[in-house]
């Protein structure tokens, strides 16, 4: 049984359809396109991008109207004409690593492979960490059979990123293998003198037995500060039967960037899957987390974190899909919103009948700092198996006066108090991160973001 968690973006479609479907039904969408397919490719990856073209042809941007849209209004970033980001080489971007990846690093800036920025010396026999087209010829073609094909290609978004797809961060690991290093896919926008589209994505295989540790962010350069730029990014994730992966995704964009992010992961028998996913960055993000279950007794661990202030957007949809018995997954997403920000968060569970013996929980908590933020959160389980433990819920929560009070009788003034319980409520997801220095960093990152309870 599969269950599609993305849905289509032409109602009751499919690919014969297209052929008698309208055309560029999208004026905007449409001149989208015509820059990020400027660029041709050859062989299967051409086949790849134009059927994607297609299914974009065919498309529209999503609206309110929508439901799955219904919170994050894309108006604004319509009123925006983006242009190719050129390319442009960082001298030094020190401040941007981490040192466990200092020698397993891939770096992109808007969107085009680094070479002279990258290190990827500190890897074991049986691990590939690249860009795609530096892949001998018969690697890039074994690739194939996992590069846009996770369930959800066809949202226009995906879609679009597809069609223009020429760089791609992969990293594969062989049967068995185990890293210890982590791997740091580092994605820097820049921007330019007129607004900017750039489409980074990642493919991420561990085959059976293997087990890897990844860190995937998103930031902008010193010189992208108040540029504005988007980026349309997908990463796809394959687990193998008993293979391990632990992903980390940041996403610390610019104040007037748009950030669309995809993360389709397919997890196979016995495999365990972790994401914790961290977003502090971006005038408007979205952030589709899809799992699809394709074996029994897998595991998934879900940490979201989401940090905003000003009047920044910030929306987190995700989906699980436990198709097969004896799947466990856990789901814990934070929200910190401040001044007139608006979260959104929409969690799905879906247990069908044939997955029976399901373990699924499903929480969010939302802290809310000034009396003009807003969440708007929506917890759901689908669930027609009849013999499983799942359950799901919802908190919105200011920070408590009391709480505040007992600090401040410990001689820690008023605005050191808030700190201090913020710090702790998001210390929770970012405690779980695997590598030291990030944990670090992103601590350091919440100390400094400004509170207020207006």
Partial sequence: MTIQVSPSPI?????????????????????LLNHVTAQKAEGWLQELRQHAVKWVRHSTIPTTREEEWRFTDLSALRKVQFQPATQFIPSEISSLTLPEAANSRLVFVNGVYA?????????????????????????????SQYLAQAEGAQEVFTALNTAGLTEVAVVLVRKNVVIETPIHLLFIAVGGEKPTISQPRCLVVAESGSQVTFIEEYTNHKDAEGKVYLTNAVTEIWL??????????????????????????????????????????????RHNLEVLQTGEQTETILNGLTIIYGN?????????????????????????????????????????KPAQLTNAAQLNRNLLLSSKARVDTKPQLEITADNVKCAHGATVSQLEDDEIFYLQSRGIDENAARNLLINAFAAEIINQIPVASLRDILLNTVNSLKTSND
Avoid: W
């Avoid at 109602?11 to 001149?31: C, F, G, H, I, P």
């Avoid at 990827?120 to 690739?143: F, H, K, M, R």
């Avoid at 960037?257 to 914790?276: E, M, P, V, W």
């Avoid at 608006?342 to 247990?351: D, I, R």
């Fill in 240 to 285: 193998a039967e008993n293979a391990q992966v632990s992903h980390t995704r940041v996403e610390r964009e610019g104040a007037e960037a748009f950030h669309i992010g995809k993360t389709a992961i397919a997890q196979a028998r016995d495999s365990r899957y972790t994401c914790n996913a961290i977003t502090f960055g971006g005038k408007l993000s």
């Fill in 312 to 352: 920044q957007l910030a929306d987190t949809h995700s989906a699980i899909a436990l198709n097969y018995p004896y799947g466990k997954s856990e789901q814990l997403h934070k929200c910190i919103v401040g001044d007139r920000a608006h979260a959104v968060f929409n969690g799905k569970v879906f247990v069908p």
């Fill in 115 to 143: 070479p002279d920025l990258s290190a990827i010396t500190d890897l074991p026999l049986g691990v590939i960490v690249s860009n795609l087209t530096a892949l001998p010829q018969a690697e890039q073609e074994s690739i």
């Fill in 11 to 31: 109602a009751n479609s499919d690919a014969m359809s297209l052929t008698s479907a309208v055309l560029d039904r999208d004026e905007y969408l449409t001149d």
